[in-house]
């Protein structure tokens, strides 16, 4: 099974970090696709089949936090998993969008962060290294 995702920044180069993250993390990936804010990436996911979705908080036009209450107010979408990468240091938002369902990775990250939170938020079992 391949995850098709969706990356949400507003900065192109933290979207192609990103993405060169997933891309050395081991998971298998399928398709990838990007927008530059939430309005953007609720457009990306009424027109593409997406398995996971990866957003900023801080973002014009529509930041992260709104794009996430849209997913979870539309039948079609409510369902995909969501991680948060951000610098975003507030408990309270933090906990707020653990409540929304939302997994956290805290910027700068490393692709084993960002394949164990994956890997956690989607229930894929792990390859245990060492065992044949």
């Not at 990103?18 to 298998?28: D, E, T, V």
Request: charged share 25%; no cysteine.
């Amino acid at each position: 099974m391949s995850i098709n995702v969706l990356i949400v920044d507003d900065s192109g180069v933290m979207r192609a970090m990103i993405l060169k993250s997933l891309r050395m993390s081991g998971l298998p990936l399928g398709e990838t696709h990007q927008a530059a804010n939430g309005q953007e990436g609720l457009d990306v996911l009424n027109q593409h089949w997406v398995d996971l979705v990866i957003v900023d908080i801080n973002m014009p036009v529509m930041n992260g936090e709104e794009m996430i209450d849209r997913m979870r107010e539309s039948p079609e979408i409510k369902d995909i998993p969501i991680v948060v990468i951000s610098t975003e240091g507030s408990k309270t938002r933090l906990e707020k969008l653990q409540q929304k369902g939302a997994a956290f990775i805290h910027k700068p990250f490393s692709p084993e962060t960002i394949r164990d939170t994956i890997r956690d938020i989607m229930n894929l079992g792990g390859d245990d290294e060492g065992a044949d």
